[in-house]
């Protein structure tokens, strides 16, 4: 074990530096299979820790299946398990579902590359001091209904906390219409399983949120096309796909729509909800970005107050992507009905993660890292437009707040060219048909305006308003 080096000064406690540094030996081979472990005692001396540092650190190399124990003899290095490989990118599934690869190049952190059209916000800009207090104070209320499964609803407190929230929206309701979710993902896949049925037909944003097209494809439901405009759904081609296929539900997102940024002017949302009435369908809001825009807006949800629409939210994008905590704001038949969903396919939501995401809200670390946050995107938004414009980028419209612009390039018929440009170039940038439903092909493109300072970026961004402008080139 004198390859093991541990020091009081990092950020990372010894039990950590052990555990990292053994599985590290572990799998280079270094540290063979079937080898016995160095006893605690001896480790404990040789390194100068406490005995109990060491077996904490050996108890979590059990777990993460690196070494075993066996009872008096020690502990052993596991022997690696065989496991079939597979190509993802070869799977029926992966094929039939296109919309998965934006999903893949969002989740993944180990790729290399630089990825501009993300959701993810730079690791440094988020509050890491906010969620440690937050955890903290979760920690120091731990009680014996921790141990127990939490109320399917979701935690009350939270709840009634969520009555005033929405308040300040404009939206009235009492915490027995409120469901507590693991995410708007979750929030939005029980919505569709009660009100839809496979061969239903929808109406979406085009462009819109690539994940809920990948699910309503899953599910059997007809995806129909609303354009989206600078001030929300395009009127005229919703009311005619309205009268001729008599959808069940729209799904849309009124305020810092994503992928374009747009929010839904106050005329567009009351004639949207008119519409809703006539042709008899309900309307699923999601304001998963509420909290970036600190701008009085129209939500459809206030319009109508819970009558048709179902609104949903969720904390992921600004406390923490890992805390999976979201909502459902809806009839209250509704969410009787949706809470007997989720306890058949979920039992209940986490209680723990609802516990931080409470005390982060009620100790005043959130509000004030929302200010810092939507300062900073603020500036870079501003400095994003600025820099696209001068590069004879066209703007789809200019955001009130958010990380997101949706923009193209005249001399690019489709984005699928540019995206092929900045993967050669190290750069993940998803074209725009990756956005819509059935991915046809279109000129535009998302991308992170938390990005726009990358210098690789910047370069791109020039060779491609360069190259426009030399077409002999």
Not at 26 to 51: D, E, Y
Not at 90 to 107: E, G, T, V, Y
């Amino acid at each position: 074990m004198t390859l093991i080096r541990l020091s009081s000064n990092l950020k990372m406690s010894l039990v950590e530096q052990i555990v990292e540094q053994l599985g590290e030996l572990i799998n280079q081979g270094t540290l063979r299979p079937g080898s016995k472990m160095t006893s605690i005692r001896l480790f404990a001396r040789q390194h100068q820790v406490s005995a109990h540092t060491v077996t904490e650190a050996y108890e979590r190399l059990v777990a993460l299946g690196h070494i075993e124990s066996r009872p008096r003899s020690g502990f052993f290095v596991r022997r690696p398990r065989r496991s079939a490989t597979r190509n993802v990118s070869q799977s029926p599934f992966a094929k039939a579902f296109d919309h998965l690869w934006q999903l893949r190049a969002h989740l993944s952190n180990d790729d290399g590359l630089l990825n501009v059209s993300s959701g993810r916000l730079p690791p440094q800009w988020l509050d890491s001091d906010m969620l440690r207090v937050s955890l903290k104070s979760a920690a120091t209320r731990l009680d014996s209904d921790l141990m127990q499964y939490g109320d399917p609803y979701g935690y009350l407190p939270l709840r009634n906390l969520l009555q005033t929230r929405l308040s300040d929206l404009g939206i009235h309701t009492p915490s027995s219409q409120l469901l507590l979710t693991d995410g708007t993902t979750q929030a939005v896949d029980l919505i569709m399983r009660y009100l839809l049925r496979p061969g239903d037909s929808v109406l979406v944003d085009d462009p819109g949120y690539f994940n809920l097209f990948s699910n309503l494809q899953l599910q059997g439901i007809e995806a129909l096309p609303v354009p989206r405009t600078a001030d929300g759904p395009d009127i005229q081609v919703l009311e005619e796909l309205a009268r001729t296929h008599r959808p069940k539900v729209m799904f849309t997102q009124s305020v810092l729509h994503t992928p374009t940024g747009s929010t839904t002017s106050p005329g567009h949302a009351y004639r949207l909800l008119r519409l809703a009435e006539e042709y008899d369908f309900n309307i699923v809001e999601n304001d998963t970005y509420a909290d970036f825009l600190d701008t009085p807006s129209t939500r459809i949800a206030a319009l109508d107050q819970l009558h048709r629409v179902f609104y949903v939210g969720s904390f992921s994008k600004t406390l923490s992507a890992a805390a999976r905590v979201g909502f459902i704001a809806a009839p209250e038949a509704a969410v009787r009905d949706l809470c007997s969903l989720k306890m058949i396919t979920s039992i209940t939501s986490s209680q723990i993660n609802e516990r931080l995401v409470f005390h982060a809200l009620t100790e005043g670390h959130y509000r004030r890292s929302l200010e810092r946050l939507r300062t900073r995107l603020a500036e870079r938004l501003a400095h994003t437009e600025a820099l696209l414009e001068s590069m004879g980028f066209e703007l789809f419209c200019r955001p009130l707040g958010g990380k997101f612009v949706w923009a193209r390039h005249p001399a690019y018929e489709s984005s699928d060219e540019i995206w092929r440009l900045a993967a050669a170039a190290g750069i993940v940038l998803a074209p725009g048909k990756v956005f819509r439903s059935g991915m046809p092909q279109t000129p535009w493109f998302r991308l992170n305006v938390c990005c726009t300072d990358e210098p690789a970026l910047l370069a791109f961004l020039q060779s491609i308003s360069h190259a426009a402008s030399c077409p002999g080139n």
